[in-house]
């Protein structure tokens, strides 16, 4: 079968597009190399614009069904002891990606896309002009598009020989499930050096621990008492939540070498939405609503392809302009303010001034995340 869009990766972006042009009434193939259900490494942080994307891809009430759990502050700490407390604009929401992927991708199989999962994609050859061929361990498919929802860094990137994939870079995040502290309805932000951490809580009840850091913490001694290594230990009030919390995941979930370096748009003409198009940094907590946000941005411009009233280059150059107003501003001040929180002197200067100053502290939420969309 010739699919009219092949997108790889069921994610919260490859399962947005899907849904989205199924809708439209385009024949769609969803190609994902996990086994659903699954957990992901993720903060599992849903920012507050994500409302409106989940009642236009009919999925809110079943959001509700599950428990998410409504999130109204934010804590932020620093390993020096400066710490800033503050409301939401609006209310986020803590949702496992074991929940909200199954709910997507079940979706997208109610409306009749063709949902293959346990499928590895090994390469993608062709162009906007002549089709695509997906080659994937099932077989290989035909696509008029292809859409790149494939991950912060997959081996496919290496395979396409993507620019950024050629780049060493020093960052290691980890993710785990714990019990035995009530944060309520905040999610936290911990510092400490070369890394931060953050708490939040998610529809079981249990807190989602997600902490990124330069690869030579990981390298570091492991607390004796709390088993994590000792810069984390560092913040005291990180390492108080890791002396009343256990573990109730089997085991940690890793990805080595995260990358916040500028992605391209299109490669090999591939269209690439969410954190496979740019990936904005952890500390901004906006992720998961950008993923979703990006497949709003891609499909209508794919829908004009498809029908013949956007040539290659005119889809290309809209696309990448879009992107560019929507995100580009958000990815740079989440590179700056990454930069500084990893680093203990300028992370406890800022979070002073935003205790001192606290419109700055609401200022620096509201500018790195998008704004509620209209229903």
Same mark, same amino acid.
């Given at each position: 079968?010739?699919?009219?869009?092949?997108?790889?990766?069921?994610?919260?972006?490859?399962?947005?597009?899907?849904?989205?042009?199924?809708?439209?009434?385009?024949?769609?193939?969803?190609?994902?190399?996990? !086994?659903?259900?699954?957990?992901?490494?993720?903060?599992?942080?849903?920012?507050?614009?994500?409302?409106?994307?989940?009642?236009?891809?009919?999925?809110?009430?079943?959001?509700?069904?599950?428990?998410?759990?409504?999130?109204?502050?934010?804590?932020?700490?620093?390993?020096?002891?400066?710490?800033? *407390?503050?409301?939401?604009?609006?209310?986020?929401?803590?949702?496992?990606?074991?929940?909200?992927?199954?709910?997507?991708?079940?979706?997208?199989?109610?409306?009749?896309?063709?949902?293959?999962?346990?499928?590895?994609?090994?390469?993608?050859?062709?162009?906007?002009?002549?089709?695509?061929?997906?080659?994937?361990?099932?077989?290989?498919?035909?696509?008029?598009?292809?859409?790149?929802?494939?991950?912060?860094?997959?081996?496919?990137?290496?395979?396409?020989?993507?620019?950024?994939?050629?780049?060493?870079?020093?960052?290691?995040?980890?993710?785990?499930?714990?019990?035995?502290?009530?944060?309520?309805?905040?999610?936290?932000?911990?510092?400490?050096?070369?890394?931060?951490?953050?708490?939040?809580?998610?529809?079981?009840?249990?807190?989602?621990?997600?902490?990124?850091?330069?690869?030579?913490?990981?390298?570091?001694?492991?607390?004796?008492?709390?088993?994590?290594?000792?810069?984390?230990?560092?913040?005291?009030?990180?390492?108080?939540?890791?002396?009343?919390?256990?573990?109730?995941?089997?085991?940690?979930?890793?990805?080595?070498?995260?990358?916040?370096?500028?992605?391209?748009?299109?490669? *090999?003409?591939?269209?690439?939405?969410?954190?496979?198009?740019?990936?904005?940094?952890?500390?901004?907590?906006?992720?998961?609503?950008?993923?979703?946000?990006?497949?709003?941005?891609?499909?209508?411009?794919?829908?004009?392809?498809?029908?013949?009233?956007?040539?290659?280059?005119?889809?290309?150059?809209?696309?990448?302009?879009?992107?560019?107003?929507?995100?580009?501003? *958000?990815?740079?001040?989440?590179?700056?303010?990454?930069?500084?929180?990893? *680093?203990?002197?300028?992370?406890?200067?800022?979070?002073?001034?935003?205790?001192?100053?606290? !419109?700055?502290?609401?200022?620096?939420?509201?500018?790195?995340?998008?704004?509620?969309?209209?229903?």
């Amino acid at each position: 079968m010739n699919y009219d869009a092949i997108a790889i990766g069921a994610g919260l972006s490859g399962c947005s597009a899907a849904i989205q042009l199924a809708k439209l009434g385009y024949r769609v193939l969803l190609l994902e190399q996990g !086994n659903y259900p699954m957990h992901k490494l993720c903060g599992e942080f849903l920012s507050i614009e994500v409302t409106a994307a989940f009642e236009n891809l009919g999925i809110w009430e079943r959001v509700l069904k599950v428990g998410a759990h409504p999130i109204h502050r934010a804590y932020l700490t620093t390993s020096g002891g400066a710490s800033f *407390r503050s409301s939401l604009p609006s209310t986020a929401l803590g949702l496992s990606r074991y929940q909200l992927d199954l709910i997507l991708f079940q979706r997208a199989q109610d409306l009749n896309v063709t949902c293959l999962d346990n499928t590895k994609v090994t390469n993608v050859t062709g162009n906007l002009e002549a089709g695509f061929q997906v080659h994937t361990n099932k077989g290989n498919f035909s696509g008029r598009l292809v859409l790149g929802a494939f991950g912060k860094r997959s081996s496919l990137d290496r395979i396409l020989d993507r620019p950024f994939s050629q780049k060493r870079s020093p960052w290691i995040a980890y993710k785990g499930h714990f019990t035995g502290v009530d944060i309520k309805d905040a999610i936290e932000l911990h510092s400490f050096p070369n890394g931060y951490c953050g708490l939040s809580q998610i529809e079981t009840g249990e807190i989602n621990v997600c902490w990124i850091a330069h690869e030579r913490v990981m390298k570091e001694p492991t607390h004796q008492d709390l088993g994590i290594p000792t810069s984390l230990a560092q913040n005291p009030v990180l390492a108080d939540r890791f002396r009343q919390m256990e573990r109730v995941s089997p085991s940690l979930q890793g990805l080595s070498q995260i990358s916040f370096a500028i992605k391209e748009n299109f490669y *090999r003409d591939i269209c690439m939405i969410g954190d496979t198009a740019g990936m904005i940094t952890p500390l901004c907590g906006d992720g998961m609503a950008m993923a979703l946000r990006s497949a709003e941005i891609a499909v209508p411009l794919v829908a004009r392809f498809l029908e013949h009233q956007l040539t290659a280059i005119a889809f290309k150059h809209s696309y990448e302009k879009a992107w560019e107003k929507e995100f580009q501003t *958000r990815l740079q001040l989440g590179r700056i303010m990454h930069h500084c929180f990893v *680093r203990p002197s300028l992370a406890h200067t800022g979070v002073n001034l935003c205790q001192m100053l606290p !419109n700055l502290g609401n200022w620096l939420i509201g500018a790195t995340r998008g704004k509620p969309q209209p229903i």
